[in-house]
């Protein structure tokens, strides 16, 4: 369990948090559509690029705070910019000024997650759609949050409700992957990202769940070759030195079993 923990620091989406969760497209939260992964790449934006984002939003924000689309897309640009705690504020500010709007709530309940608020966000994300209307997207979102909880079994369920909406949507199928990685389901969490790749998605970042889950079954070669296919040099490295560190923890949890069952056997 212990590299499971371990390996949250690689498991990050562009919100951070160790958020496994889909980005809510249409809700203008972030772009990439997609967990997180080993090694997930943001998008590359220049930090002068970053603050003019942010600061063109704001002023947009502050010219009209009860316009949707602006608060928005100022809480995207806060958030990109890793300003979390702001990107709540806003929202939040947002959300009481437009009351049941389920685009802010969603965008809401994304920030907070972003900012460890796990439980506000799936009791906001609860209210941005609901189960007569359900929002495969905020489904999925909702799998994440409960996950980052330790709460597996129920975040699968979510996901399944999700695919149902959305047969076999990659990012959901690659958020159900790595809740099967965390609950050390290995196996069918490579079958399950298997098929997300087979959809065909681009992000590289359904491709470095599976190398994940691959590696920790042992396979390694097999892992390090999948993690170094469309990576940067440095981030294909970085990634393959971790499932080394990952393999080489788990080859010395057995050796040390096998070392303590062969002296209980000698003291027996």
Request: with cysteine; glycine share 8%; net charge positive.
């Amino acid at each position: 369990m212990r590299d499971l923990r371990n390996m949250s620091r690689f498991l990050v989406s562009a919100a951070a948090v160790v958020m496994l969760a889909t980005g809510l497209a249409g809700c203008q939260t972030t772009s990439p559509n997609v967990t997180g992964s080993l090694g997930a790449r943001a998008e590359a934006r220049e930090p002068e690029d970053t603050k003019r984002n942010v600061d063109d939003a704001a002023g947009r924000f502050r010219a009209n705070p009860k316009d949707v689309d602006a608060a928005l897309s100022y809480g995207q640009s806060l958030r990109a910019n890793g300003q979390r705690s702001q990107a709540v504020a806003v929202l939040e500010q947002a959300t009481i000024a437009n009351p049941g709007n389920k685009a802010l709530l969603a965008a809401y309940g994304r920030a907070l997650a972003d900012n460890g608020n796990l439980q506000q966000a799936f009791d906001t994300l609860s209210q941005a759609h609901s189960p007569q209307d359900p929002n495969w997207r905020v489904l999925s979102v909702q799998g994440a949050v409960l996950d980052q909880q330790g709460k597996h079994k129920e975040a699968q369920r979510y996901y399944a409700s999700a695919l149902k909406i959305a047969p076999e949507e990659p990012s959901v199928l690659s958020n159900l992957g790595l809740s099967y990685i965390l609950s050390k389901d290995l196996p069918k969490a490579e079958s399950v990202l298997q098929r997300a790749q087979a959809k065909g998605s681009t992000d590289p970042r359904i491709r470095q769940n599976l190398a994940l889950a691959i590696g920790l079954q042992g396979r390694y070669a097999e892992a390090e070759t999948i993690a170094k296919a469309d990576l940067p040099p440095e981030e294909a490295e970085a990634n393959v030195a971790y499932l080394k560190q990952l393999m080489n923890g788990r080859e010395g949890q057995r050796r040390g079993i096998s070392t303590a069952a062969a002296s209980d056997r000698n003291r027996s």
